[in-house]
DNA sequence: GACTTATATCAAGCGACGCTTATATTAATG
DNA sequence: CATTAATATAAGCGTCGCTTGATATAAGTC
């Protein structure tokens, strides 16, 4: 399942979203996100479920508790994904601060980038 | 039907990858898609109408040719949403970089990072 | 004006996904 | 050891998105 299939979902990205703050049981999460989008334990075990496989997110047993904590790996990938298009809108000078605030390895010999549609119609 | 999802079908990551071109007649997205993927006339048109309609492109009649062309602010919100994430693999420092590179308004008072799991339980 | 080209729309089928209820699993607790 | 708490899994079902095949629209061409 590809990256964008599994934040296509609203509760999932919600729950990325929480775990932003810290590993968190999954109790706290199916409460959290349960009560706000209506759902119930099952449906949100489901989601963390996916996420899991994903790779989106860790899980460590404590107990009985499950606490889950962010990945960063896919949602890495998202944001490289979105490198070709950053162009559009990023104010142009900015690729060399783009490039030392990404960390990026090497890509793109700076190509004069033409932004989209050039209007010469007739 | 939010950003995510319309990215979460790989034809229309394809259409948006090859807008990056450059403007482009409906007639050759179908023809490359179409082909790499094989399907339609119809089904690209529909991908192209779902993007159409959701802000991802824009349209503009030749004669008979659609030309398309990409819109960057549905995938500037995406790149918006990933934000409060960057933390967790970008290397620190580079904040002030990120902040030119992206154009950000104004957002966050940088309060302390704080990356996740911190195991403090009884 | 008939014909072709370029593209959009419609109707229908199918499959995948997410939700629910019920149940299993495993650990803590008395 | 029986019971409760925390979480996961299973089975079933409805919905929704994708694709196809057929058709509509509209602009160029002869």
Same mark, same amino acid.
Do not use: N
């Given at each position: 399942m +590809? ?7 609203p509760?999932?990205?919600r729950?990325l ?12 999460v199916?409460?959290s996100?349960?009560?706000?989008f ?8 489901? +989601? %963390? ?9 860790r ?7 499950? %606490?889950?904590? %962010?990945e960063a790996?896919?949602l890495?990938d ?10 559009f809108?990023?104010?142009? %000078? ?11 390895k ?8 033409t932004? +989209?549609h050039?209007?010469e +119609?007739?």
């Amino acid at each position: 399942m +590809h990256a964008f299939d599994i934040l296509g979902d609203p509760v999932r990205r919600r729950i990325l979203e929480l775990l932003t703050a810290g590993e968190m049981p999954a109790g706290d999460v199916v409460r959290s996100v349960g009560a706000e989008f209506g759902i119930t334990q099952p449906a949100v075990s489901q +989601h %963390l479920k996916v996420l899991r496989e994903s790779g989106f997110v860790r899980v460590r047993a404590a107990g009985t508790r499950r %606490l889950y904590s %962010l990945e960063a790996a896919p949602l890495r990938d998202v944001d490289d994904w979105l490198d070709p298009f950053r162009r559009f809108w990023a104010p142009r %000078l900015d690729a060399l601060a783009t490039e030392i605030a990404r960390g990026k390895k090497t890509r793109r010999e700076d190509t004069t980038p033409t932004p +989209h549609h050039d209007e010469e +119609h007739p």
